[in-house]
């Protein structure tokens, strides 16, 4: 079960500068304060399920989410991975039913606002109103050059991007990757096998790519990691409001 989390959290002392909430003018962050919840959730409890009403807008104030839904023969496709104030649930505007499931990889806090309320605050704040529809816009373009990586790169290709585009969620500026993840999820965002995601993994090790212990990864020759991706410099591994 989740549960009510410390509330004394504003907007006005929250670290997470990237957060949409943070567009809001005084008055707005008022209403906030008193609108929006702080929940706490444990590693690997379920924050949004697919195909139940939708309900809450959702912030992560503190932790690690990973965003997925059911594709063909309900196998898993990661779509997005989330950090600190990164927003879940834009997905459900304008739908009755979740169509994606989020979980929590780490303890987290999240911020939870009904979607009446977040419609009142987009009828108040054109610059929220405005930066919601440019990331909204970035999603499209996200989902479009992910349907193109799949139908266009070797699966050598994709597990190399994968942990670059997890590296530029978590850890932007660091060595490893930011965050433990299984040999599942790794494959479940890009697209193949767990025993393929393992192959690739200790190909690139002994190549002294990465390196590995356990599930923590490092990236030891970024460079040759981007050329292994045919990484183009856009806007897919830039860390900010449509990360």
């Known amino acids: 079960m989740k549960n009510i989390a410390d509330r004394k959290q504003t907007c006005n002392t929250c670290p997470n500068k990237n957060c949409f909430f943070q567009l809001c003018d005084e008055s707005s962050r008022e209403f906030l304060l008193n609108k929006k919840k702080v929940e706490s959730y444990k590693k690997g409890q379920t924050i949004i399920l697919e195909n139940s009403p939708v309900d809450n807008l959702y912030v992560i104030l503190s932790g690690k989410a ?3 839904n059911s594709g063909v023969f309900r196998k898993k496709q990661i779509i997005r991975f989330v950090t ?6 834009h997905r459900g505007i304008n739908q009755k039913k979740w169509t994606i499931t989020a979980s929590a990889l780490d303890d987290s806090q999240i911020c939870t606002l009904s979607m009446q309320d977040f419609f009142c605050l987009l009828d108040h ?6 930066t919601l529809l440019f990331f909204l816009a970035d999603e499209l373009f996200r989902a479009e050059m992910e349907i193109k990586k799949l139908s266009t790169m070797y699966i050598e290709e994709r597990v190399a991007d994968a942990l670059l585009h997890i590296k530029s969620v978590f850890s932007p500026e660091g060595a490893s990757l930011g965050v433990k993840l299984s040999r ?7 697209g193949t096998t767990k025993e393929q995601v393992s192959k690739y993994l200790s190909d690139f090790k002994r190549n002294s790519v990465i390196d590995m212990k356990g599930k923590t990864i490092s990236i030891l020759d970024l460079n040759r990691l981007q050329a292994i991706a045919r990484v183009q410099q856009n806007k897919l591994y830039n860390k900010g409001l449509e990360a």
Not at 84 to 89: A, N, Q, T, V, Y
Not at 125 to 130: C, G, I, P, V
Not at 185 to 190: G, L, R
Request: aromatic content about 10%.
């Open 66 to 68: 990973k965003v997925y």
């Open 84 to 89: 600190d104030g990164d927003i879940i649930g």
């Open 125 to 130: 704040n054109l610059k929220l109103t405005r």
């Open 184 to 190: 599942q999820d790794i494959a479940d965002f890009a």
